[in-house]
């Protein structure tokens, strides 16, 4: 069974754009999490899809987005980039209350 | 709302030691309960899980955790480590009133001595 793949691995922009993340979940998971981990502030929780609908949200600005298609597949977004936004992007999916399947992450600086 | 603490960021132990990774969490109804390691530049992987049943839970790569229900404390312990074992490792919880939503610990990072 394939893992987590999460798209592009390596990303570099500049403040101001916007950027889109894509995580493809393993087969016959319907729900999919993001996670932003970063040296000072660690592995926070962004917002979980299940079945297309956002049901968990993280402490995060309006910039930062997602959404989920009837495949299960997951893309966040994050508009206005700031220098503050360099991190590496978790996706994790799982099935039910199953435990969480990590994807490599993307690792996003800004310039 | 639920929060998980590790005590100590940065833990060495000498190969062929005990190692002891502390993982405590805050909450009212008992938890679903996770550990992760992380290799630089990968994502997590989950080395054990708790749900119900044994609180002794075994997992890969003779790691153990032992769920203490009194004193709210899920800890790590391999008795003999490795150099490979050298790591992130991650406590998580599963809220279970918050559509299972996970949290993580801050982490704590294993140092593995020759």
């Known amino acids: 069974k394939a893992g987590v793949t999460q798209t592009p691995r390596y990303l570099i922009k500049t403040r101001g754009q916007q950027v889109t993340l894509s995580c493809s979940p393993i087969s016959g998971h319907r729900s999919v999490s993001w996670y932003q981990q970063t040296p000072g502030q660690g592995l926070q929780f962004l917002f979980e899809y299940f079945s297309e609908t956002q049901r968990n949200k993280g402490n995060f600005p309006g910039r930062f987005s997602g959404r989920q298609f009837s495949n299960s597949r997951s893309e966040m977004n994050v508009s206005t980039l700031e220098l503050g936004d360099s991190a590496l992007y978790l996706c994790a999916s799982r099935q039910g209350n199953g435990p969480q399947h990590f994807g490599d992450g993307t690792r996003l600086s800004i310039l | 709302a639920q929060s998980v603490t590790q005590l100590g960021s940065h833990v060495s132990v000498s190969e062929g030691a005990l190692v002891l990774l502390r993982c405590n969490y805050s909450?009212?109804?008992?938890?679903?309960l996770f550990w992760y390691v992380q290799y630089p530049n990968q994502g997590l992987q989950l080395l054990l899980k708790y749900t119900t049943g044994a609180t002794l839970v075994k997992g890969i790569n003779g790691f153990e955790a032992e769920f203490k229900k009194s004193e709210t404390s899920f800890h790590l312990t391999k008795p003999s480590a490795h150099m490979s074992d050298a790591a992130e490792y991650f406590c998580a919880v599963s809220d279970l009133t918050s559509y299972d939503k996970v949290i993580f610990g801050p982490g704590t990072s294993l140092s593995v001595i020759p």
């Open positions: 909450s009212s109804v008992p938890p679903y």
